[in-house]
């Protein structure tokens, strides 16, 4: 008789905790905005591996929404991969140009003819330190090469990724993986 009793009281209680943790989500929503990011006063993404949006947006309003609500002290992590792939329609490598404003600029073509933008720009600490540069080989691990391998008319794939909770965005890019594929 006992066990019946504090298996239904388990179950009740259960009941409430998933009851309050469903209302708890479900208050903290903010409601959706129609095609406009939520406004910020902090210091907007100015990291030179930001490229320029051109064409059709790839990540949903939706999506970034939601990424917006997330509460700080509860989210202690939030890593963000991005693969592209292309085919590189210019490349211009100034990483042992200490003078210049970027180490890296790199612009590809989509499969659907689509170019980003005015291309990923990668800072020198970037190059040196984050960016990793491979050739993919069917049946053989992958071949690092440096950035001087890479030309004009090779297809690409770029992996990054990026630290979504850096507050002042110096370690935003965590890693870069560009291979160049068959």
């Known amino acids: 008789m006992s066990n019946k009793i504090l298996t239904a009281v388990f179950v009740i209680l259960s009941v409430v905790l998933l009851g309050e943790i ?4 479900y208050s903290s929503r903010q409601p959706a905005l129609k095609n406009k990011l939520i406004p910020t006063t ?23 929404n939601y990424l917006s ?37 790199i612009k590809f073509k ?11 720009r990668y800072n020198n600490d970037e190059v040196s330190q984050k960016l990793s540069v491979f050739r993919y080989i069917k049946d053989a691990p992958l071949e690092k090469i440096t950035i001087d391998d890479l030309k004009v008319g090779d297809l690409i794939s ?24 068959p």
């Open 69 to 105: 609500v997330a509460n700080s002290g509860v989210l202690k992590s939030s890593i963000l991969t991005n693969h592209y792939e292309g085919t590189i329609t210019e490349i211009d490598n100034k990483s042992n140009d200490p003078t210049a404003d970027y180490g890296l600029k």
């Open 158 to 181: 770029i992996d990054d990724n990026l630290n979504l909770l850096d507050d002042n965005l110096t370690n935003f890019v965590i890693a870069i993986k560009i291979t160049v594929m």
């Open 42 to 64: 902090e210091k907007s993404i100015s990291s030179t591996s930001q490229p320029e949006r051109q064409g059709t947006q790839a990540i949903k309003d939706n999506v970034l």
């Open 22 to 25: 469903g209302y708890f989500f």
């Open 110 to 120: 989509g499969e659907n003819g689509d170019i980003n933008g005015n291309g990923f």
